[in-house]
């Protein structure tokens, strides 16, 4: 099975922090994505990549840059975090080339800033 | 563009009732069509998928979906209804060949199944 680890279930920081959000998978992925979930506003993309180095705008990257260095490793950061930010941030990954295969996300991280 | 919608933000149903989530989305080709379920501090796990063939999609837990073009829906639905069924469920759909290149998801429906 497919494993997708986010470092940190829970995260409390303060407006105006550099704020990093670690995602690991273990399935050689190349295809990587970041989401924010929202309540009655489902997953908004912020960030993709498909591949090491590469990355693209999603829907909402306002507030947000993401750094891909290894292939298992996708990392979201805020530069200055607002208290807008607040919210659940999803990681998931996805087979290349693969377009019919289903995303497989992490657990989250539920971001609150103060 | 694509889009997808999610008309009831809640379901509530008795468990050993059938049961519909509904999904309704727009994209200007063919769409490939996703149903995700996420259960309490969880990510999402994906259930089934549409591509093409068989309009009616068999998936994990019992679940299934009917993928219907002239009303563009793919609601998700399931015989009988399990209390261990209470979830948040997701409709995601991405038009084949579109210029959108990623998934977009729906708000969400609470599924919520009463002993």
């Known amino acids: 099975d497919v494993k997708v680890t986010q470092s940190s279930r829970y995260l409390v920081k303060r407006t105006g922090e550099k704020v990093f959000l670690e995602c690991v998978q273990d399935?050689?992925?190349?295809?990587m994505f970041w989401y924010r979930q929202d309540p009655g506003l489902g997953l908004r993309l912020i960030y993709f990549?498909?591949?090491?180095?590469?990355?693209e705008k999603g829907d909402i990257p306002e507030g947000y840059s993401v750094s891909r260095e290894k292939k298992e490793r996708f990392s979201l950061i805020l530069e200055s975090a607002s208290t807008n930010q607040t919210s659940m941030y999803l990681c998931?990954?996805?087979?290349?080339?693969?377009?019919?295969?289903?995303?497989?996300f992490g657990d989250g991280t539920r971001l609150s800033i103060l | 563009a694509q889009s997808v919608a999610q008309p009831e933000d809640q379901v509530n149903v008795a468990e050993g009732n059938p049961l519909t989530v509904k999904c309704t989305y727009s994209?200007?080709?063919?769409?490939?069509l996703f149903w995700y379920v996420q259960y309490p501090n969880r990510g999402l796990q994906f259930l089934l998928k549409?591509?093409?063939?068989?309009?009616l999609v068999k998936g994990s837990y019992g679940f299934e979906a009917e993928f219907n073009k002239s009303q563009t829906s793919f609601h998700l639905k399931k015989p009988s209804a399990l209390v261990s069924d209470s979830a948040l469920y997701f409709c995601a759909v991405r038009e084949i060949s579109g210029s959108a290149r990623q998934l977009t998801f729906g708000s969400g429906t609470q599924l919520t199944v009463l002993p």
């Open positions: 399935m050689d992925h190349e295809n």
């Open positions: 990549s498909y591949d090491v180095k590469m990355k």
């Open positions: 994209v200007s080709g063919n769409p490939y």
């Open positions: 549409y591509i093409t063939g068989d309009n």
């Open positions: 998931a990954s996805r087979d290349t080339g693969k377009q019919r295969q289903p995303q497989h």
